[in-house]
């Protein structure tokens, strides 16, 4: 199989929704890690850009075929979307090998009566890329920015109401530009040290920077394998989005505190809380399946980190031993998840408004549940990675309403820039508008 061969199959099992294409992505790469660097990132750019652009290529597919998208045969419509995006997207690949390898392709799998077609289509896009017209940004805003940033157009409309349109156009395009993987370096680690780890990052070809809202991260592009990379088996380092680091950094965690992290899966906050404790204290991490855990155990063991205890426990259900224990209460509950669409693309196309409404109520019951785990006077840390107010905002308000806790502000443990244009106590971060995923968090005081 070429390497094309097998973006067909990627795109044909996603399609299938039967596996986020991040998961997939990665596990096919590994399944076939002996092919040539300069493939695999061939496999893996068209991969996910099919996705993240599915809306805008569908458009343009449209524009020059006679069957529309929704009605063509499976395979053809992946094979004509991977090669159009290869044609709107890849200067560097001629169009004429564009063009014969998706024909011999339709050939291979069994398609030969269509191969004319497949030919004609690819080959008129070619010719009349410059000349497609997109819809009209003054006259249909909201039908243009669905089209050309490729995201539904509820999801426009969402983030329109929520955030206005200048904003919303800021967010779709962060998420179709390169995401750099956010980086926590070990707090004990003196400046001179993270210079020198970056420092051997840089030699080793990947592009390091430090980033500008916590002295202790970084982000990183064009790594070839995190474990690799120099510190990662001496636990120099976590991989953890400096959004999620922003939620540890603003609980104030003190030496000697408990800290319970009740949604605590694959460990970042957990992991990171041990690091503000420096050995003292205790982190009690929890999640709902043994799998979830054993990713907690794996980087904990890496880190070498003691002061954790690991739990299987269902934040919805109640834990007595656990009853008035936590100085800080870290829940980062289930969500829609789209603040992280710029990294997992088919969010996009599974999050429905009737899936956001369950996912709702399972914040609430969470919250019910985990609530008597804090001791009076104790903190709770509330956040997601979505954008929507009804699981953010109003849930603040929510809790406030329901149970005797308050909203504590947060500045004085955030860089300032975060609070430049809030008002607010609670604090929604925006791709494109700060450097970090999307992501929100409040902190509350048990009465």
Not at 44 to 55: F, L, N, T
Not at 223 to 235: F, K, L, V
Not at 263 to 289: R, W
Not at 313 to 333: C, E, N, P
Request: proline share 3%.
């Amino acid at each position: 199989m070429n390497g094309r061969e097998i973006i067909l199959d990627i795109l044909l099992e996603v399609s299938g929704q039967k596996e986020y294409s991040n998961i997939l992505i990665t596990a096919v790469l590994d399944k076939y890690d002996y092919l040539d660097s300069r493939e695999k990132a061939f496999i893996k750019r068209v991969s996910e850009g099919c996705i993240e652009r599915r809306i805008q290529i569908d458009y343009v597919l449209n524009l020059y075929s006679k069957t529309p998208v929704h009605k063509m045969k499976p395979l053809i419509r992946e094979l004509l979307r991977m090669s159009t995006y290869q044609l709107l997207f890849m200067e560097h690949v001629p169009d004429a090998a564009v063009c014969n390898e998706a024909v011999k392709l339709a050939k291979k799998r069994k398609f030969q009566a269509l191969q004319g077609y497949v030919n004609g289509v690819l080959r008129n896009i070619a010719r009349g890329r410059e000349e497609i017209t997109y819809p009209d940004r003054e006259t249909s805003c909201l039908e243009y920015l669905s089209v050309y940033y490729s995201m539904p157009m509820w999801l426009v409309e969402h983030f329109v109401e929520a955030y206005g349109q200048a904003s919303c156009e800021k967010i779709l395009q962060a998420y179709l530009e390169s995401q750099p993987v956010g980086i926590r370096l070990r707090e004990n680690l003196k400046d001179e040290e993270i210079e020198r780890l970056i420092s051997a990052w840089r030699k080793a070809g990947i592009r390091a920077l430090r980033h500008p809202y916590l002295p202790y991260a970084a982000e990183i592009e064009k790594a070839d394998g995190i474990r690799r990379m120099a510190g990662y088996e001496e636990g120099l380092f976590a991989v953890q989005d400096v959004s999620s680091m922003l939620v540890v950094e603003a609980a104030g965690i003190r030496p000697g505190d408990t800290v319970i992290d009740v949604c605590a899966a694959p460990g970042g906050k957990a992991l990171h809380a041990a690091d503000k404790l420096a050995g003292t204290g205790q982190v009690i991490a929890c999640d709902v399946t043994s799998y979830k855990t054993d990713k907690i155990e794996e980087n904990r063991k890496r880190l070498g980190v003691e002061n954790v205890c690991i739990r299987v426990q269902d934040g919805r259900i109640l834990d007595t031993s656990l009853v008035g224990k936590a100085d800080v209460l870290l829940a980062d509950v289930p969500c829609s998840g789209l603040g992280v669409i710029g990294r997992k693309q088919d969010i996009k196309y599974r999050v429905t408004q009737e899936s956001i409404q369950e996912i709702n109520r399972l914040q609430r019951e969470i919250i019910t549940n985990v609530v008597h785990y804090i001791k009076p006077g104790g903190v709770m840390m509330y956040s997601t990675c979505t954008m929507n107010p009804a699981e953010n905002e109003k849930m603040a308000a929510w809790i406030c309403q329901e149970f005797a806790m308050e909203k504590v502000s947060m500045a004085e443990f955030l860089p300032k820039i975060l609070w430049q244009d809030s008002k607010e106590e609670t604090l929604q971060l925006l791709p494109g508008v700060h450097r970090t995923d999307g992501f929100f968090m409040a902190k509350f005081r048990k009465k």
